[in-house]
């Protein structure tokens, strides 16, 4: 998924989901330049039973 996806689905600016990569508390894949973050870790992030 894309900061922008991510964003949408957290109802956030795009730069607050970078401000998350870039201190660790989202995690991403960089591929060349594209920043990715992989959907089940983050959906991972938001489950109750972890």
């Known amino acids: 998924m894309t ?3 991510a964003a949408a689905a957290l109802g956030v600016d795009p730069r607050t989901v970078t401000a998350g990569i870039e201190n660790g508390t989202i995690p991403s894949v ?3 330049r ?3 973050i ?3 870790k983050f ?3 938001f489950d109750p039973d972890d």
């Open 43 to 45: 959906l991972k992030l």
């Open 3 to 5: 900061r922008t996806d």
């Open 30 to 32: 960089r591929l060349g």
């Open 34 to 36: 594209r920043v990715l």
């Open 38 to 40: 992989p959907r089940e």
